[in-house]
């Protein structure tokens, strides 16, 4: 089986890489990344020595490259966007871009191509926020960011391709991941980098959003899980079983290592932030998906991650990552 997995050099799809490079030993993995500042060329340089991996440096808004990918591909995962709601708000015509047309490039190369599995990885964010109970695959959508709006916008173009052409496309929608190889803008390795550092923690609002939080290889297990066993057409909640308010976390953080309360620094808030996503993926549990870390153990094992990979995290953090700080948060 040949798989390109686009965007396998972020957080996410270089975790899946790993745990499909692992489990399936003879399949062809392609990965597929333009490398923006997202990536990190040390997360996939430790799979280069295998044999079964391949890497094409590619952007998926260029339609001749994205072709020249995906043709003798058998499945598509696709994982490669814009991923940061601070960033959609201060820049979102790249997330328009990427996000939107890029998904366009890829869902028509394999209608092309005759890829026999297309699966589009989207997110908890297209529900919008919710203030009771639990969304479910069949709800409306409600984006609230650019970033949302540009993945709410994917899913339906991904869907026409199902309706339309026929093209068997299956999507995720996942809740917060975290895990290890996660860009340090993102809050949980933000905290914890910061952290490691002795600097100050910049907390959105009052610090009670919350998020339904999943470590990143009990996804990997529901995506493998959509791509085998997913019927066409159908979209599958992945949630973590664990909601904790974003203050929670923080105190967490600085409890696993032994950092001062006085850290936390409440800032003024993202603009229209959501105050609370929740997933029911019972439909996934349904097709035998359980995961299998609990939240207290799983961040123990992220905390430990960070502290014992500090080369790389420390080499995102330049000039640039702290003008972005700077931005979002005002001074260190
Ligand atoms: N991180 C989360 O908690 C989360 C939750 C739900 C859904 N998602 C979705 O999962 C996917 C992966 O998220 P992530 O957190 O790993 O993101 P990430 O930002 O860590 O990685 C994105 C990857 O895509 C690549 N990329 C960006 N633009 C590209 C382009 N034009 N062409 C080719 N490659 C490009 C980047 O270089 C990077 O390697 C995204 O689609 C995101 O919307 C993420």
């Known amino acids: 089986m040949k798989v390109l997995i686009t965007g396998g050099a972020g957080f996410i799809g270089s975790n899946f890489t790993e745990y499909m490079l692992k489990k ?13 500042y997202a990536s990190n060329p040390e997360t996939i340089n430790k799979f280069r020595k295998n044999k079964n991996f391949k890497f094409i440096k590619g952007d998926i808004c260029d339609f001749k490259a994205v072709m020249n990918a995906v043709k003798g591909q058998d499945m598509i995962v696709h994982f ?55 969304s479910k695959e069949g709800d409306i959508l409600d984006p609230t960011s650019p970033y ?8 339906l173009i991904a869907l026409s391709y199902y309706k339309t052409f026929g093209l068997p496309v299956v999507i ?13 803008e993102k809050f949980m390795p933000l905290f914890i980098t910061r952290a490691i550092e002795c600097e100050q923690l ?21 995506l493998d899980i959509v791509l085998h066993k997913g019927k066409n057409g159908e979209i599958y909640n992945v949630g973590g079983d664990v909601e ?5 976390v923080a105190k967490c953080i600085v409890d696993a290592l032994s950092r001062d309360m006085g850290l936390i620094k409440f800032v003024k808030d993202r603009l229209a932030h959501d105050r609370r996503y929740a997933l029911n993926s019972s439909k996934l549990k349904k097709l035998g998906w359980k995961p299998k870390y609990k939240f207290e153990a799983a961040i123990g094992l992220t905390i430990q991650w960070y502290a014992n990979n500090d080369k790389w995290w420390m080499g995102l953090k330049g000039k640039k990552f702290s003008k972005y700080y700077r931005s979002n948060y005002g001074k260190k």
Request: hydrophobic fraction near 30%; charged fraction near 25%; charge should be positive.
């Open 24 to 36: 399936y030993k003879n399949y062809r993995l392609t990965v597929f990344d333009a490398m923006t």
């Open 80 to 134: 490669a966007a814009e991923s940061h709601v601070d960033r959609s708000i201060s820049g979102p015509e790249a997330f328009i871009e990427t996000n939107v047309k890029g998904t366009f490039n890829m869902l028509e190369a394999a209608r092309l191509c005759g890829v026999k599995k297309f699966l589009h990885i989207s997110t908890d964010e297209v529900y919008g926020s919710i203030k009771k109970g639990k």
């Open 148 to 155: 949302s709006s540009s993945k709410a916008s994917a899913d």
């Open 172 to 184: 995720t929608r996942s809740s917060n991941n975290f895990g290890p190889y996660q860009h340090p």
């Open 202 to 222: 910049p907390l959105y609002g009052d610090g009670k959003n919350v998020r339904n939080w999943i470590y990143v290889e009990d996804n990997c297990s529901g």
């Open 244 to 248: 904790e308010p974003n203050i929670k």
